[in-house]
Nanobody, 125 residues
Framework: VQLQASGGGLVQSGGSLRLTCVASGGALSSYTMGWFRQTPGKEREFVAAVRWSGGSTAYKDSEKGRFTVSRDKSKNTVYLQMNSLQPEDTAVYYC???????????????????WGQGTQVTVSS
């Protein structure tokens, strides 16, 4: 599976962005798709995830309510809608995927086998 993330950019505090991740190269019915982010000097952290089949979601506790993850099966695309963005949301955002993941592993970075390139999100104060 190949993943292509896009949609990052510069936004003012309080603004919104929608990130897009297009998947190709395989059937996604048994996949879980995740979003992670990383800032310089810090470990990559989980943001949100969605199961392709059934649509179950998981969120980083602090982002629940501001971020929404969704998928469009017809476009093989996963979205991360980010609202009320704050400067601390500034990071490189990555999409990731893995097959056959159990629900309890959705937040586990080590459970994801495929990664896209990152897209930079910068929130100015």
């Amino acid at each position: 599976v190949q993943l292509q993330a896009s949609g990052g950019g510069l936004v003012q505090s309080g603004g919104s962005l929608r990130l897009t991740c297009v998947a190709s190269g395989g059937a996604l019915s048994s996949y879980t798709m995740g979003w992670f982010r990383q800032t310089p000097g810090k470990e990559r952290e989980f943001v949100a995830a969605v199961r392709w089949s059934g649509g179950s979601t998981a969120y980083k506790d602090s982002e629940k309510g501001r971020f929404t993850v969704s998928r469009d099966k017809s476009k093989n695309t996963v979205y991360l809608q980010m609202n009320s963005l704050q400067p601390e949301d500034t990071a490189v955002y990555y999409c990731a995927a893995s097959q056959g993941m159990i629900l309890s592993n959705m937040r586990n970075i080590n459970a994801y086998a495929y990664w896209g390139q990152g897209t930079q999100v910068t929130v100015s104060s």
